[in-house]
């Protein structure tokens, strides 16, 4: 068994043995620090806004809140007169979808598109919204169903 020994030695293996605490709470400290646990080094309580900020973090959800909490005061951030004419619909990749009441309306907007998004990034603090896209109101659809036929429309049908 002694020669067994010497000869792995020899060729560098390790001896294996049992772990040491000092590797054992390198490890633990590792793993805390990867997950988002309520409490700190020596169990000491973290305050919630620490954990909640580390957990929106670690999801992904940092710029889709920052966003909605923008939509959120959309009549303070853009003002009474185009709030009245319009709402946020969503925001996606970037683009913030907004929906106005009527197509003067939904011009204006795209003609203002630079002017809104640099407020809205204003707002935020840093440069979220990469484009504004504006829609119009939608007239209402005769077609029902996946198959149509082109002709003259809804009038067709009366008479």
Same mark, same amino acid.
């Given at each position: 068994?002694?020669?067994?020994?010497? +000869?792995?030695?020899? $060729?560098?293996?390790? /001896?294996? !043995?049992?772990?040491? &605490?000092?590797?054992?709470?390198?490890?633990?400290? @590792?793993?805390?620090?990867?997950?988002?646990?309520?409490?700190?080094?020596?169990?000491?309580?973290?305050?919630?806004?620490?954990?909640?900020?580390?957990?929106?973090?670690?999801?992904?959800?940092?710029?889709?809140?920052?966003?909605? +909490?923008?939509?959120? $005061?959309?009549?303070? /951030?853009? !003002?009474?007169?185009? &709030?009245?004419?319009?709402?946020?619909?969503?925001? @996606?990749?970037?683009?913030?979808?907004?929906?106005?009441?009527?197509?003067?309306?939904?011009?204006?907007?795209?003609?203002?598109?630079?002017?809104?998004?640099?407020?809205?990034?204003?707002?935020?603090?840093?440069?979220?919204?990469?484009?504004?896209?504006?829609?119009?109101?939608?007239?209402?659809?005769?077609?029902?169903?996946?198959?149509?036929?082109?002709?003259?429309?809804?009038?067709?049908?009366?008479?």
């Amino acid at each position: 068994m002694e020669r067994a020994r010497q +000869s792995a030695r020899q $060729r560098g293996a390790r /001896v294996s !043995g049992p772990r040491s &605490a000092r590797a054992d709470r390198q490890r633990k400290q @590792e793993r805390t620090d990867r997950e988002a646990l309520p409490y700190g080094s020596g169990r000491d309580p973290v305050l919630m806004s620490d954990t909640v900020a580390a957990l929106m973090r670690r999801m992904g959800w940092t710029e889709q809140i920052e966003v909605t +909490s923008v939509t959120a $005061r959309w009549r303070e /951030v853009v !003002g009474d007169q185009i &709030a009245d004419r319009c709402k946020p619909l969503g925001f @996606e990749d970037g683009i913030l979808t907004v929906k106005a009441s009527t197509t003067a309306w939904a011009t204006q907007l795209t003609l203002m598109k630079g002017q809104l998004t640099h407020k809205l990034n204003e707002e935020l603090g840093r440069d979220i919204v990469k484009e504004l896209r504006v829609l119009g109101p939608t007239a209402r659809s005769w077609t029902k169903g996946p198959r149509t036929v082109k002709g003259r429309g809804p009038r067709d049908t009366y008479g």
